[in-house]
């Protein structure tokens, strides 16, 4: 016998009791008894319906906002959803989801800092894979674009000093003559050619500039990976920086959140189709009711760093369990 019979078996007896305990007491007060001459009653079981337990109901579920900067159409993306509800329904034979367009959960898929930060690497050719090597060669290859840009910024903050020097003098120069009602021709061409001169060394400080801003963004696209590998590889090393950013931004691949406003899973981040699929199948988990395993290859283990696509015997157990069945 399942948890929900025995709890409507309960609010049956319970009522039972109710009824003939009212009945007595109206009896003593010379009160017509249920049913007897009077206002009819009906006892509020007569539309009682049985709660599902869990897995008896597919969970609906739609699309909510979907950011195009994936690169992923949204058929694409549904087909994803789709694998990872296999993750669950094929190994316990059930139903457990079904895409409605108005489905009470909402799928979101948001581009923020850490795909844009993913697909930064990518475009430096670097594939990042959770493994404790793959982490190792990141973090040379950070050390090694540090130095660079150590270097860069030194050569632009030395231009940059130089150049504001150059330029105080030029200013004074041009003011003087300004207070005397104008320079002689020779220094006026002499100064005319500083200008044009001052103009190309800025034009050469902004390109700098752009160049430095842009190593910048390479780096911190390095930091915000190599801190998600330190979570998933549960290192014991202390979070990279960011440059002009925060330490160790949060870096969640996916969430799943149930409120006041509805039930949602959030994906920010997936690397490939396999992770993708792997992330989702995490979230619907949790949807499910599922909660954290310790098991670091269960699809419900909390960093979610595994790369398998189908559900251990841990996951399966605690579906079992959550679905109430032997």
Avoid at 9 to 35: C, D, H, M, T
Avoid at 77 to 102: H, I, N
Avoid at 156 to 165: G, I, S
Avoid at 219 to 233: G, P
Wanted: net charge negative; with cysteine; charged share 25%.
């Amino acid at each position: 016998m399942n948890k929900a019979v025995k709890i409507a078996l309960l609010l049956a007896a319970v009522a039972a009791v109710f009824y003939i305990f009212w009945g007595q007491i109206q009896e003593k007060n010379g009160s017509p008894r249920f049913g007897e001459a009077g206002e009819n009653f009906e006892l509020p079981l007569a539309n009682f319906e049985l709660p599902l337990s869990p897995c008896q109901k597919p969970i609906a579920y739609g699309l909510g906002s979907f950011d195009e900067k994936f690169g992923l159409s949204q058929k694409d993306f549904l087909d994803a959803v789709s694998k990872a509800e296999d993750v669950w329904e094929r190994p316990m034979g059930l139903e457990l989801f079904s895409y409605k367009p108005g489905g009470a959960l909402k799928i979101n898929l948001i581009y923020d800092y850490r795909q844009d930060a993913t697909l930064k690497l990518q475009k430096l050719g670097i594939a990042v894979k959770d493994t404790k090597s793959s982490y190792e060669t990141l973090k040379a290859q950070y050390e090694a674009m540090k130095v660079s840009y150590g270097v860069l910024k030194a050569n632009y903050e030395k231009l940059v000093a130089e150049f504001e020097v150059r330029q105080d003098s030029y200013n004074a120069e041009v003011g003087s003559w300004n207070r005397k009602g104008g320079a002689p021709k020779d220094i006026y061409d002499r100064l005319t050619a500083e200008k044009k001169a001052l103009d190309q060394e800025f034009s050469k400080i902004k390109a700098l500039e752009a160049e430095l801003n842009a190593k910048v963004d390479d780096i911190n696209a390095f930091v915000i990976v190599l801190n998600r590998l330190v979570e998933t590889l549960n290192l014991n090393v202390t979070k990279y920086n960011e440059i002009g950013g925060a330490a160790g931004r949060e870096f969640e691949e996916g969430t799943y959140r149930s409120g006041p406003g509805g039930e949602q899973i959030d994906i920010y981040q997936f690397d490939s189709r396999q992770k993708l699929v792997r992330v989702l199948a995490h979230e619907l988990g949790h949807a499910l009711g599922l909660e954290h395993l310790e098991n670091h290859k269960a699809i419900m283990y909390r960093l979610n760093s595994g790369m398998n696509e189908t559900a251990t015997p841990d996951d399966l157990a605690a579906l079992k369990t959550l679905c109430e069945i032997k």
